[in-house]
Nanobody, 124 residues
Framework: QVQLVESGGGFLQAGGSLRLSCAAS????????MGWFRQAPGKEREFVAA????????FLADSVKDRFTISRDNAKSTVYLQMNSLKPEDTAVYYC?????????????????WGKGTLVTVSS
């Protein structure tokens, strides 16, 4: 069992930066690939970024790969999403998730555990 709690969301202007954190509880955090997803109002949840169990490999959506970075600290049971050059279209609730899945094919319906999300609002 893994419980996930996101933090770090907020309101900021376009061009700014924000770092999201996802703290996990449970002894098996390091077994799981971790992902960040987001859901904007009226839209489906979409994949943003993934990182494998060791942190050695990452995969990011095309829409964010030049601006966002995912990382993890297994000693702290935490995964991070560093978001730079934010745009209004990045506005969404951001969720972290854990799954026993390959990071290149990570999908929302393949994840085992989810946090409740943190809201990021980017104004123009």
């Amino acid at each position: 069992q893994v419980q996930l709690v996101e933090s770090g969301g907020g309101f900021l202007q376009a061009g700014g930066s924000l770092r999201l954190s996802c703290a996990a509880s449970g002894r098996t955090f390091s077994y799981y690939a971790m992902g960040w997803f987001r859901q904007a109002p009226g839209k489906e949840r979409e994949f943003v970024a993934a990182i494998n169990w060791s942190g050695g490999n990452t995969f990011l959506a095309d829409s964010v790969k030049d601006r966002f970075t995912i990382s993890r600290d297994n000693a702290k049971s935490t995964v991070y999403l560093q978001m730079n050059s934010l745009k209004p279209e990045d506005t969404a609730v951001y969720y972290c998730a854990a799954g026993l899945t390959h990071i290149a094919t990570m999908k929302a319906d393949g994840m085992d555990y989810w946090g409740k999300g943190t809201l990021v609002t980017v104004s123009s």
